[in-house]
């Protein structure tokens, strides 16, 4: 019997098209592998010697062979998206990332993402492949995206060490050297920041429309969990930085969902013996302020897989590993070498992120019973963070 198709799919309305699959669904695997068999997962490269269109992706970032026999194998499914991994027989492995939640769900279109990866530093993160973001030609019958793999598995949170908060802290900085000029995606072509608004930047008028989103979308929920008091708190929190961000000196290429489950651990480096690490998922790359990346690791708010617990002592040496391998890597922005300021922006960033965790987690909890054991450790922790009574 043919799989039922993920209740969010979007609808094809060419008859003659694939058939919707789960995207975590071993049928899945097979219409992977078959579409790369005839090498249509990564169309033939155009003149650009780009796939897809990745305008001035160089061709050393490809496989050797777009097509042929290759093994498939499910990697992982996160929040929202489903990642195979694909094996070509004479080829290192690639990563096919295929949403699995509508579209409208996601954080930014999936062309933002696979441009953002063309930014990144050597050695930081996966390099693009391709992406196809249209889901009436895509050949999986769903939007998607290629990477490159990146070797290593992810550490749980109470595994963390203080050798991994510097390795985190040192790869972060050198992410960040990428500068940005303010708050917005990255695009192809000669002007990557041309989507990124020119003037003072803001953040307050998006957390507004995400917690009138919130509202809307999960009114009885927010009043079953009692999580009205939250959502004040959080934007109180960005209301007190909203200054800071308009006068910001320090935009640089974020990763934006930098929680533990996203960052890759392979052994030690055999000079320093510090532990290897580099970046996945890059849903939510973007211009940003360096404060955001530094918040979602975790610190006193912290529940499920994704957030590490630290004491304050900790989140300091973090901070402070940070600051100084920017400092390494040039001059110093001063909205991050003023540490008070970069920690005020982070506890605000702590409060929107964690509170926008929050609201997701209980908007699962009542099917998930992972996202149902999560979700009193992170509304306590949170509470205690924002100042909320029982």
């Known amino acids: 019997m043919a799989p039922e198709p993920h209740p969010d799919a979007p609808a094809r309305p060419d008859s003659s098209a694939p058939t919707l699959l789960d995207p975590a669904s071993p049928a899945m695997g097979e219409r ?78 999936l062309a933002h993402e696979i441009a953002a990866l063309t930014l990144i530093p050597p050695g930081t993160g996966p390099s693009p492949v391709a992406v196809h973001d249209e889901a009436t030609t895509s050949p999986l019958g769903h939007p998607y995206v290629v990477t490159t793999d990146v070797p290593g ?90 200054d800071q961000i308009a006068s910001l000196d320090a935009f640089c290429l974020c990763h934006g969902d930098l929680c533990s489950t996203n960052i890759l651990w392979d052994g030690a480096d055999p000079a320093t013996g510090s532990p290897c690490v580099q970046y996945i998922d890059f849903e939510w790359a973007q211009g940003d302020d360096p404060a955001r990346d530094l918040a979602i690791i975790g610190g006193r708010v912290h529940g499920g897989p994704w957030y590490v617990p630290l004491e304050e002592e900790q989140v300091t040496r973090f901070v402070e590993e940070y600051v100084g391998a920017r400092g390494e890597l040039g001059e110093v922005p001063a909205a991050v070498a003023d540490v008070g300021a970069l920690r005020e922006r982070m506890r ?43």
């Not at 499914?77 to 004479?90: D, I, K, N, S, Y």
């Not at 949170?157 to 960040?176: C, N, V």
């Not at 992120?353 to 996202?371: D, F």
């Open 32 to 109: 992977i592998l078959e579409a790369w068999r005839r090498g249509a997962l990564v169309l033939p490269l155009r003149d650009d010697e780009a796939p897809l269109r990745l305008p001035g992706l160089h061709r050393s970032a490809l496989p050797a062979s777009l097509s042929g026999r290759a093994r498939a194998s499910l990697a992982g499914v996160g929040e929202r998206f489903a990642a195979w991994r694909l094996t070509p027989q004479e080829n290192a492995p690639v990563i096919v990332r295929i949403a699995h939640v509508a579209p409208e769900e996601l954080h930014q279109d």
């Open 348 to 390: 605000a960033w702590t409060a929107y992120e964690r509170t926008a965790m929050l609201v997701h987690v209980a908007s699962r909890a009542a099917t998930r019973a992972s996202h149902r054991r999560v979700l009193p450790l992170l509304r306590d922790t949170l509470a205690e963070e924002l100042g909320i009574g029982g």
């Open 153 to 242: 598995v992810a550490a749980a949170p109470e595994a963390w060490t203080g050798a991994h908060l510097r390795s985190h802290a040192r790869l972060l900085a050198r992410l960040h050297a990428v500068p940005a000029p303010g708050r917005g995606p990255v695009s192809f072509g000669q002007e990557p920041w041309s989507a990124v608004p020119v003037g003072p930047q803001h953040l307050l008028a998006e957390v507004e429309a995400e917690v009138e989103a919130w509202r809307s979308r999960h009114g009885a929920l927010l009043a079953e969990h009692g999580l009205e008091p939250f959502l004040e708190a959080a934007l109180a929190r960005v209301a007190g930085i909203e």
